[in-house]
């Protein structure tokens, strides 16, 4: 059976996975983002490790990548949660090592095609997938087509502005979206509720560094004040956004995935509670939250295949 | 040749046109929807206006309405600018009188339509048009096709929330962007800024019901202190909240129409202003704000005829 590799480029972690047709990971493997500190050195063990993975399977027919910022044009622009600078041609520097086809689309976009091929999607025609990692993504699909926009910068939802939040994006702009809803989103919220009150808490001792999305689930279930407010206030937020994004679209659903949403009910019951309450009373009952329906299969590397599938068949 | 009969029912007038395939108006006509305190006065004057112009105009082939909250099942659910209760079956009521097929579809669902047919979006895949009426109204085309959502309730921006906004809306739901931005919207910012100015201004001596548009840009053409102040807060959260919408969908134009747009630079340019300050990096100098290519030939009635043509052929 026929193979496809697809590619997660995250802020943190690059994931490789080797996908059949019908959605079965054949290999998975990843590395560091963060550890390359230039393009130049990121792409050496990107085109190594595909090499290693090309020589193995033997039935592989093309290269999908997902990856923040990445236009129409097979490049990733000005990528908020990349170190690198400038403008990287991505599509060019593999081709150099290859000579498979490879299309690129934005991560959330292969999130949302993921779950249309294979995950909790499959019968929808209007959805929004929101990838809650690093930083906030969001994939969109309207009448059964993902949307791009007129160079491929549709559904950039993490800068949605919130206009009476004054937190910075990585992107140096005010009150976006994944300032505050993301797993580092969530991490800035301890910093902040640390400042507001005055309780004890486990974050008191560990350092923004240091501190890592499941410490502050285990907290929760403690019962740790601080770790409580932040989820309540990160969920409130969330909420309140996707509320406002149905009156855009009217989705039958919204499905939220990545790191923050294994925290679980601490996060989706305050983000399903102000949904609930800022939802105008025509959409009510009308709209799901749901969670990836490819959880532990990793639904970014299956949509990044799912884009040599669509192109080549 | 064969013609349609497009009708837009607006909150204030109901609009009715007789249009020919290559859009032009061979007769128009209007009636004052909200002197009609029933629905079943109301569908008597329109059935009664219908019958007259079928008689008259012997190609008439179909006929498309816009109104707002129009249903993909041919009803109207409860509409905040008319007056009328619950969930109305127009589309039932009407073929009782005739047997020309009847096409239902939100009004400014109508008026991108009519954009695309006829006016500035003629080539244009991917935009957003904007209606500043009594109320604000929204169509959103995407990869070329309008999109409705789950059952035709996408594209509700005029209660797109502004989360540091506490004005009602017809809905009696707080911070919705038509309560500020609307032909109707402005005028309660007049007394607004009444009450938050002391300044002399001709609107001391109006009153809110006597109080119209066109009296508002009069004013602001003498340099009238207080509408000077409306429109450039009226701008303002206008701009902002288009530059909101671009980080959803990335459109090649947003297109303004309406009685409000009538102001012309009073509402443009502070806009404008507003929308380019609030636009991300990667949008800027990538997105259009266009006024109506329809002017004076009404997009809306032109719109709700492209609704007959697109369905019958």
């Not at 490789?16 to 393009?39: A, P, Q």
């Not at 490879?102 to 990838?131: H, P, R």
Request: overall charge positive; glycine content about 10%; aromatic content about 8%.
């Amino acid at each position: 059976m026929n193979q496809a590799i697809g590619i997660d480029i995250g802020g943190t972690i690059t994931k490789i996975g080797v996908i059949s047709k019908d959605g079965n990971c054949l290999k998975k493997t990843h590395f560091r983002t963060k550890e390359h500190k230039s393009f130049s050195s990121y792409i050496a063990q990107l085109n190594d490790t595909l090499k290693d993975l090309i020589k193995k399977y033997k039935n592989i027919v093309g290269i999908g990548i997902g990856a923040p910022n990445a236009s129409k044009s097979g490049t990733i622009e000005t990528p908020s949660n990349l170190k690198w600078d400038g403008e990287i041609n991505i599509i060019e520097k593999i081709k150099k090592k290859n000579n498979l086809p490879i299309y690129l689309s934005n991560d959330a976009n292969c999130a949302a095609m993921g779950e249309m091929m294979y995950g909790n999607a499959k019968n929808l025609t209007d959805f929004i997938v929101i990838t809650l990692g690093t930083g906030l993504g969001s994939g969109i699909v309207c009448n059964g087509e993902i949307i791009e926009g007129s160079d491929g910068f549709a559904a950039e939802l993490g800068h949605f502005s919130l206009n009476n939040k004054n937190r910075y994006t990585g992107l140096n702009i005010k009150g976006g979206l994944e300032a505050y809803v993301s797993a580092t989103g969530i991490k800035r919220t301890i910093l902040y509720m640390l400042s507001k009150y005055t309780n004890e808490s486990i974050f008191r001792s560990i350092s923004f560094n240091n501190l890592h999305g499941e410490d502050i689930t285990k907290a929760a279930e403690k019962g740790d004040f601080i770790a409580l407010k932040a989820y309540e206030y990160t969920g409130k937020i969330l909420g309140e956004s996707l509320a406002n994004f149905v009156t855009f679209m009217q989705p039958e659903a919204i499905i939220l995935t990545g790191g923050l949403v294994h925290s679980g009910k601490w996060i989706l019951e305050p983000t399903k509670i102000a949904f609930n309450n800022n939802l105008l009373p025509f959409y009510k009952n009308k709209v799901k939250i749901l969670t990836s329906g490819l959880e532990d299969k990793d639904s970014a590397i299956l949509g990044s295949a799912a884009l040599v599938w669509k192109n080549i068949l």
